[in-house]
């Protein structure tokens, strides 16, 4: 079971320090079954309830969708996400929108959804936290966005942040997710870039937040750079084992560090794939 005790409550400013934070080992029993999810153990946290309408339904998901995002919503409340920006912004996109169709019934569920290339639609819990933590006690106007994959988590950013920049490596969710954001509530608010995300956007820098969708053995320095004095990271770190960690920019060539949850993303990789 994960130690929940040692990370603070999103009602409060996480404690950023050099000293790392840790949890605890998982316990035994665990198996991963999706990408870009909280990895938990057999008796870990939160329950996950699903609050999918069932394939037959899937047809009439359009009619449901706003029941089933409050669904959402509220399951997210009651894991403990308390930012009511966030909370609204997940309100506002329609998920079902951002995945296949053969998949839409299963939208809200609290899982990761695959997108193709091998990349997945993260959980939304692991959105709605990484942003919640991203932003806490800050009114981000420039964000980036680090593997915008189908477009989800940018359209999510861009209901309450005004300047959302994104990239994405693999020229076929970019073209996805250009699609996907090219209509709704996320229309016109989100710039989308095909390149290599390990390289940030030296020339939109500096950011007043950053959020990366994947994992690498460390995160690259240079976003590290890109950061405005005060502003956060957030992204997963690891192989075979990974954490969540939140960098804070202090000063011109300083930064804190912490490690917050376990989760398992999928690999940041350099360049492109066309």
Known sequence: MMNKSRHPPLGQPPRISRSPVRSST????????????RILGPQGGTATLSSAVPPAASANLGLNSDRLRTQMVRRLREQGISDDRVLAAMQAVARHDFVDQGLASRAYEDAALPIGYGQTISQPWVVAYMLAVMAQDRTPQRVLEIGAGCGYQSAVLAQFVPEVYAVER?????????????????????????????RGLEHRAPFDGIVVAAAG????????????????????????????????????????????EDVRFVPLRPGTQA
Do not use: C
Request: proline share 5%.
């Open 26 to 37: 998982l316990g035994p029993g665990y198996s991963v079954a999706n990408s870009n999810t």
């Open 170 to 198: 693999i020229r076929g969710l970019y073209d996805q997710a250009r699609l996907n954001l090219s209509h709704g509530r996320a229309r016109g608010r989100v710039r989308l870039s095909f390149g290599d995300g390990m």
């Open 217 to 260: 053995v460390k995160i690259p320095e240079v976003l590290l750079h890109q950061l405005a004095v005060g502003a956060r990271l957030i992204a997963p770190e690891g192989a075979a084992h990974q954490r969540l960690i939140l960098f804070e920019r202090t000063g011109p060539a300083s930064w804190h560090r912490v490690e917050l």
